[in-house]
């Protein structure tokens, strides 16, 4: 056990609706610089403790911390405020409009001196540099950053997104199965564009289906059932059969034994 | 993925073919071809199409539905519909003019009353809209009707004339190498620059078009998908009080039969002949305005070749199917 502090974490959330317990009393950590995964079945509540964090719900019980400080996020614009993005598995883009557009949608830069500020004259041109030069950094090539988004493919599309969220998180990015929707090529894209954010410093919360390419990206994997956490796994401590029983109650799990306090490349 | 091709943000220099090709495809072309091509049928038909006075008549025929359609631009960018847009114009009419004749109220103020009207109704289209998600086709239809009544209920079935000159400044023209304008038609073109700076070069008019192409998306990154809505039939609402003026100016009547039949009609086709989406999130108020003309045009080359009113109704009514149907096949949704 290191001493590092969570950057966001949870501890015992309960959501009920009527008589579905959806969560459980689940708790959650996240460490700087780690792409943690969360996984489990359908109904283990991934998606509540997904939604719970990104202020889409309010838990009944229990409490969220970032940075050790207690949050109350009423809707997901307060979560982002406190700097934690949201990548959704269907492209929140919007397909007409260009990509500088879409990275500023909702953030839109306006011109300097008396254009910007009187007649709110939007600054295209430095909306396109700013653009082009983060997905530079992220080395995303696409042609134009005024070409319209639906012209993109749908690895691009969801790299608009990706990048988008990269941009403007402060603390940490969530990302919502965010290959469900693409094809083998474009989810390796993605993939790949995940690992970059997070190299750049930016921890990732990532929930996926998808074992393998959980067990390729991940620093540390949550492992949900019932609403709850059961176990938390690195790659490199369990197997993907293991990592598979444990989330379908074949091996019960004893949770303080299976609980990994840091991230493996940092105790490597 | 992991190369890094040409993602600077300036434009490379266009070669002549890409060009042509920008401009093949830039919004307001096809809705600029058929213009022309309309025109140059007309202009065959009838020696008098062309002719400097019957073009300058086209315009002022033009103001009042071109002025409509700036408001259902808006409104059918967010992907909605105003079927009220008429009707509302036509009580922003009666108001102005009924308060100015019969009422004894200043006429500066009686035509703010009359537009304030107009914008009471947007406020009330943009709060069952956006507010209750009511369905813009049927919120409209609705107030299509309520207006309709408080017309007729409010001038009682009267028409006021003999305006004060300030509603009727407007109408008044001037001359301009050759051509007569009436004061209505600089008023449109400013706000169709209005709109366009709007539209195109304000954060607003980026999230109108994210709230008509993706309103999920758009709420999800922050923008505030009521408000735009509402500030998008608020807007809506002035400029069919705007029309009201217009359409006073011109007609130099208060008529409470105004309005109601083919405005509605004509603002709607002008805006999807003008290549806006009915499905949001497409368009340009410059190709609404061509829109406009193309059915200013439609109107007075029927009259000018000696076709029947009822069959001018009949031609709006197929043109707009034909535009849509042309959106339908062409902005089909990708994703």
């Known amino acids: 056990m290191s001493g590092r502090q969570p950057i966001f974490e949870a501890h015992g959330l309960v959501k009920r609706y009527g008589q579905v317990v959806a969560l459980d009393g689940a708790d959650f950590d996240l460490f700087p610089d780690e792409i943690l995964a969360i996984i489990g079945d359908n109904g283990a509540g991934k998606s509540t403790l997904i939604k719970a964090l990104s202020g889409a719900l309010q838990p009944d019980e229990g409490e969220i911390r970032l940075d050790g400080k207690q949050v109350h996020f009423r809707s997901p614009r307060d979560a982002r405020r406190a700097g934690i993005e949201t990548v959704y598995q269907d492209l929140a883009v919007a397909p007409a409009l260009d990509i500088a557009s879409n990275i500023f949608l909702g953030r839109e830069a306006r011109r300097r001196g008396p254009l910007g500020l009187a007649l709110r004259i939007l600054d295209k041109r430095a909306m396109r540099r700013e653009a082009a030069r983060h997905f530079a950094d992220l080395k995303i090539g696409v042609q134009s950053m005024a070409q319209p988004v639906e012209n993109l493919s749908g690895g691009q599309r ?7 969220a990269a941009k403007w998180a402060q603390r940490l990015a969530i990302m919502d199965e965010p290959t469900a929707a693409l094809g083998v090529k474009e989810t390796r894209q993605v993939l790949d564009l995940i690992r970059r ?10 929930i996926s289906h998808d074992m393998p390419h959980v067990f390729e990206l991940a620093d540390r994997i949550q492992i949900m059932r019932l609403g709850r956490r059961v176990a938390v796994v690195t790659p490199h401590t369990h197997t993907m059969p293991e990592a598979v029983a444990i989330m379908t109650g074949a091996t019960k799990s004893e949770l303080d034994r299976t609980l990994v306090r840091d991230t493996p490349r940092e105790s490597q | 993925m992991s190369t890094v091709d040409t993602t600077s943000a300036e434009q490379p220099r ?8 920008r401009i093949a495809t830039a919004p307001a072309v096809g809705p600029l071809i058929a213009l022309l091509l309309t025109m140059a049928f007309f202009s065959l038909k009838s020696d008098r199409f062309l002719q400097t006075q019957n073009l300058s008549l086209v315009l002022q025929q033009v103001m009042v539905v071109g002025v409509l359609a700036i408001g259902q631009t808006f409104v059918i960018l967010t992907a909605g519909i105003d079927l009220s847009c008429g009707t ?14 019969a009422s004894g109220v200043p006429p500066l103020q009686a035509l703010l009353l009359g537009i304030l009207a107009c914008v009471g109704f947007g406020m009330l289209n943009g709060s069952l809209v956006a507010g209750l998600r009511l369905p813009a086709f049927i919120v409209t239809l609705g107030t299509l009707n309520i207006a309709f009544a408080l017309t007729h209920i409010v001038s009682n079935d009267l028409t006021f004339s003999g305006l004060p ?5 407007f109408g008044r023209t ?45 709420r999800l990154t922050g923008i505030n998908t009521r408000r735009v809505l509402f500030s998008v039939y608020t807007l809506a609402g002035l400029t069919y009080g705007i029309a009201a003026l217009l359409l006073v100016g011109r007609t130099e009547l208060g008529d409470p039969n105004a309005g109601q039949t083919t405005e509605n009609l004509d603002a709607i086709t002008a805006v999807v002949l003008g290549g806006t989406s009915l499905f949001g999130g497409r368009g340009t108020v410059i190709g609404t305005l061509i829109g406009a ?3 200013g045009v439609f109107r007075n080359g029927l009259t000018l070749i000696g076709v029947e009113v009822i069959y001018q109704y009949l031609v709006t009514g197929i043109l707009v199917i034909l535009a849509v149907a042309v959106d339908q096949l062409t902005h089909r949704r990708r994703l």
């Open chain 1, 158 to 164: 969801q790299g608009v997104a990706v990048a988008r």
């Open chain 2, 293 to 295: 003309v193309i059915v």
């Open chain 2, 88 to 101: 509302v114009m036509a009580f922003g009419q009666i108001v102005m003019t009924k308060l100015a004749v």
């Open chain 2, 165 to 169: 000159s300030e509603l009727l400044f």
């Open chain 2, 14 to 21: 266009a070669t002549p073919l890409q060009l042509l090709r």
């Open chain 1, 197 to 206: 954010v997070r190299d750049r410093g930016l921890p990732v919360i990532l």
């Open chain 2, 174 to 218: 001037f001359t301009l190498g050759g051509a007569d304008f009436t004061y209505g038609v600089v008023m449109m073109l400013v706000l169709y620059a209005l709109a366009w700076f709007g539209l195109s070069q304000t954060a607003w008019g980026r999230h109108v078009y994210a709230v008509g192409d993706n309103p999920e998306a758009a």
